[in-house]
């Protein structure tokens, strides 16, 4: 990779440069503002997905210890992954018809 790169302007003044560097990197910095804003977790507590499901702490420990949520023990703490708990979801909806 070259670091010495020159870029030589004519007839363009300070203030000119200044604004069109601005207006090509606005929309840039608005998209990866918009990513970064939009994006939700890869991996969830017990904790958060007991809120996001609407149940406790100890139902979702329950769902883990018998296997229907996979997740992963970090130390003393359960970490699931969103595909695992999308995969989940899936999983209960299809029994649900088969009863």
């Known amino acids: 990779m070259e670091t010495n790169k020159k870029i030589l302007l004519y007839e363009i003044s300070p203030q000119e440069f200044k604004e069109l560097l601005v207006q090509s990197l606005i929309?840039?910095?608005?998209?990866?503002?918009?990513?970064?804003?939009?994006?939700?977790?890869?991996?969830?507590?017990?904790?958060?997905?007991?809120?996001?499901?609407?149940?406790?702490?100890?139902?979702?420990?329950?769902?883990?210890?018998?296997?229907?949520?996979?997740?992963?023990k970090i130390g003393r703490k359960y970490i699931i992954h969103k595909t695992d708990l999308e995969s989940a979801f899936k999983e209960v909806r299809s029994m649900k018809y088969k009863r």
Do not use: C
């Open 27 to 72: 929309p840039q910095i608005e998209i990866i503002i918009k990513k970064f804003i939009s994006q939700e977790p890869a991996m969830y507590s017990v904790k958060s997905v007991a809120d996001l499901l609407g149940r406790s702490e100890l139902t979702i420990y329950n769902y883990i210890k018998r296997g229907t949520l996979p997740a992963s």
